[in-house]
């Protein structure tokens, strides 16, 4: 019994507690949905304050945009405004011009047909003064222009030549001061000896037994020499000396060489001859290629082919006008890298081209033609700079000269040769160049005299007043230098002085 009461009692406070539970968790709840409308009433309320300030500021803004936007509105309308009242101006100013244009067309046309008018009135009037005028001269037109042109020729070539003299004049100071300049730096850097040299033709014999010695039986000995060297020897009436007598410079040197030695030796019969001659050559051809390759460094010429080096040595003995041709050679060479250096073209090629620009000398005894040419020809086939070849072939005119390094090498060739004492002359080519400078000036129309002074160097010219004037003259002097250059060959350069003298007299009574 007291069981079901306990079990009574527990169910009870358990129907009890869950009720009394329920009711807190209503109540709870209840509290909760309070409190939750709450805040959804604050967040709306809140939401509608914030919705009503930002629709207030889009209001607002909207109304300054309007407001800018008017503000723009009007400016453009009066921007437009003032466009088209600037326009209809232009238009009015544009239709006032076109009618001034007009009007002055209308002006021009009628001026026009005065114009027309008054130059069919003038060309009436002048017919008439022209056929007054042939009338009264005796004169046709067309006589008379021909005379007026030819006035006006003689004019303008007379202020053609008087302008022409004055730009001579200038261009000839300018280039006579840099020309001076370049060559005497040139001259100055190269200082060598210009002594002249001879070709030893002549041996001395220490008596006249040595002669008959030298001659040998019937001859044989003289024939035996004369064959091993291929020269001639001339034994003549004078005492103690025998000539050499050879084209070839090189058999020569070999013959005079052999010849001292067999005197020296005194044993004088044909197979010492053949010996002491075959040692010669050999030597002389040792030497041949020492002063080849000598001249070659001394020039700052590397790398020359051998061909070329034993033709340069062949020029030690080869002489021109008595100035030996490999120091004239190397001479060149010097000269021409030096105004190359002076004036900016190449100074190795230039140095090579002076080296090489007489290499012909030494076969021209063999072949035909100038010794340019040959040189160029012998150049072309042992080097390949073309430049060099040409400076070679231009260097005496015997080609055209279009290369800046001709124009070197020939002044350079020019300088060498044309220094005092360089060069020997004979007597009879002085005299015959003289008397050629002479015949030359004085086959011109109006020379009285000329005469050639300094040694060949200056002509002067003596022409008549009454039939040269003062721009003929001049004239004169230009066309005598160039009859000059393409007759005569001549070192250095020739001075051509035309001198025009008018004398007045008259008498006081």
């Not at 936007?69 to 238009?91: C, G, M, T």
């Not at 300088?415 to 160049?433: C, M, T, V, W």
């Not at 000036?441 to 005469?451: H, L, N, R, T």
Request: glycine fraction near 6%; proline fraction near 3%; include cysteine.
């Amino acid at each position: 019994m007291l069981e079901q009461y306990l079990y009574i009692i527990v169910g009870l406070a358990l129907v009890l507690g869950i009720g009394i539970g329920y009711f807190v968790r209503q109540l709870v709840a209840n509290r909760e949905v309070q409190r939750t409308r709450k805040e959804a009433h604050k967040l709306l309320d809140d939401a509608t304050t914030k919705y009503n300030e930002l629709l207030r500021a889009a209001r607002e803004e909207a109304i300054k945009v309007a407001n800018v936007a008017e503000a723009e509105n009007r400016e453009r309308r009066l921007e437009i405004q003032r466009i088209e009242k600037r326009a209809n101006q232009k238009a009015e100013s544009l239709e006032r011009k076109l009618e001034g244009v007009e009007r002055r067309e209308r002006d021009l046309e009628n001026k026009k047909k005065d114009v027309e008018r008054l130059t069919a009135e003038l060309q009436e009037i002048r017919g008439k003064q022209l056929s007054k005028l042939e009338s009264l001269s005796g004169t046709s037109s067309t006589e008379a222009k021909t005379f007026l042109f030819q006035m006006l020729k003689q004019e303008v070539e007379e202020e053609a030549a008087r302008q022409v003299r004055v730009w001579e004049a200038q261009i000839k100071e300018e280039a006579d001061g840099r020309v001076r300049d370049i060559l005497a730096t040139a001259i100055q850097r190269c200082a060598t000896d210009v002594v002249s040299e001879t070709t030893i033709s002549a041996v001395p014999l220490p008596s006249d037994e040595m002669k008959g010695r030298l001659i040998g039986r019937e001859g044989r000995n003289i024939r035996a020499l004369e064959q091993a060297t291929g020269v001639d020897l001339i034994i003549d009436d004078t005492p103690e000396t025998v000539t050499v007598s050879s084209f070839d410079p090189v058999r020569r040197e070999v013959a005079r060489l052999a010849l001292g030695r067999l005197i020296l030796d005194g044993r004088i019969h044909p197979a010492r001859i053949k010996e002491i001659v075959d040692k010669t050559k050999a030597e002389v051809e040792a030497t041949i290629r020492s002063e080849g390759e000598r001249a070659a460094y001394e020039a700052g010429v590397p790398g020359l082919h051998p061909e070329l080096v034993k033709l340069l040595g062949q020029l030690k003995f080869r002489t021109s006008y008595g100035q030996n041709v490999l120091l004239h050679s190397l001479e060149v060479s010097h000269l021409a890298g030096m105004l190359a250096s002076e004036i900016g073209v190449n100074v190795s090629a230039a140095r090579k081209a002076g080296l090489l620009h007489d290499i012909g000398k030494a076969i021209d005894h063999q072949t035909q033609g100038p010794h340019a040419l040959i040189g160029a020809d012998l150049v072309k086939q042992w080097d390949r700079n073309p430049e060099v070849v040409q400076a070679v072939a231009e260097h005496h005119g015997e080609a055209e000269t279009s290369t800046v390094m001709g124009f070197v090498v020939a002044a350079a060739d020019a300088i060498s040769g044309s220094r005092p004492g360089a060069r020997r002359e004979s007597l009879e080519h002085y005299l015959k160049r003289v008397k050629d400078l002479e015949d030359i000036a004085a086959d011109f129309p109006g020379v009285e005299k000329a005469f050639a002074i300094q040694a060949g160097r200056e002509v002067r010219v003596m022409v008549k007043p009454e039939k040269v004037d003062d721009l003929a003259a001049v004239r004169l002097a230009r066309d005598i230098s160039k009859k000059i250059e393409e007759s005569l060959t001549y070192p250095g350069q020739i001075r051509v002085v035309v001198i025009r003298e008018t004398t007045a007299i008259d008498y006081a009574k």
